[in-house]
């Protein structure tokens, strides 16, 4: 089936180390976000990609990143993670960067 | 801060009853959105209405807008356990080129 997958589900990474979550999709759909969520908040967009063009969030700290190498695949890179950073992150695809998005399960991300 | 604001933050109430939740906007929208979200899960989207619509009905959700007023209303009619979860609206701001997600409404459905 035709879907959002985000690998892994779950996430153990130590203060500082680097770590990258993945995501994929096969609805072939042109723009892709990656978002944060910490407990009982809202999902709060870090960027997204429509296409190839990246779009940052102004108050998206510098400590995350993000790569798509093609179509089907995103990237979040969080270069040295802190303590404040442990959240759910939830990939999201959709044809339109206003249109329906479908999210992936999200990975949960501990730091210790 | 966030675009939709949610009313109520949290509802509870019993299976069969009907459950309303409100989202209120500041700015023109080109459409709103509205997601159901599990604990610990992906945000399932449930219904986009388009600012020239008034309402839309899936199964037994009823989605209206207002305009005039910014605001958005998600009906679930005869509510089951299963319907236990967090709902989030999200708006499509013309000058912007993505949707904004409120802060939610956590909704328990008591069986």
């Known amino acids: 089936d035709a879907m959002v997958i985000q690998n892994p589900r779950y996430q153990v990474t130590q203060f500082g180390k680097p770590v990258t979550l993945s995501c994929s999709q096969t609805?072939?759909?042109?723009?892709m976000y990656w978002y944060q969520q910490k407990s009982s908040q809202a999902p709060k967009l870090l960027f997204h990609?429509?296409?190839?063009?990246?779009?940052n969030e102004a108050d998206t700290p510098d400590n995350f990143q993000s790569r798509r190498p093609n179509t089907s695949f995103c990237f979040l890179d969080i270069r040295s993670p802190g303590l404040g950073d442990a959240a759910m992150y939830l990939c999201?695809?959709?044809?339109?960067?206003?249109?329906?998005?479908?999210f992936g399960p999200g990975t949960r991300l501990l730091v210790l | 801060s966030q675009q939709g604001e949610e009313d109520p933050q949290a509802l509870s109430i019993q299976e069969g009853e009907n459950a309303t939740m409100n989202c209120s906007y500041k700015t023109s929208i080109n459409n709103l959105q509205w997601y159901r979200q599990n604990s610990g899960r992906g945000l399932v989207h449930l219904i986009l209405?388009?600012?020239?619509?008034r309402e839309k009905h899936s199964g037994r959700l009823r989605v209206t807008l207002d305009t005039s007023k910014k605001s958005s209303s998600l009906l679930i009619t005869a509510s089951r356990a299963a319907d236990t979860a967090s709902y989030f609206c999200a708006t499509a701001d013309t000058n912007a080129g993505k949707s904004t997600f409120g802060d939610g409404t956590t909704l328990t459905v008591k069986p």
């Open positions: 609805l072939n759909h042109n723009v």
């Open positions: 999201a695809t959709s044809t339109g960067d206003q249109e329906t998005q479908y």
């Open positions: 209405i388009r600012s020239n619509e």
């Open positions: 990609y429509y296409d190839k063009d990246f779009n």
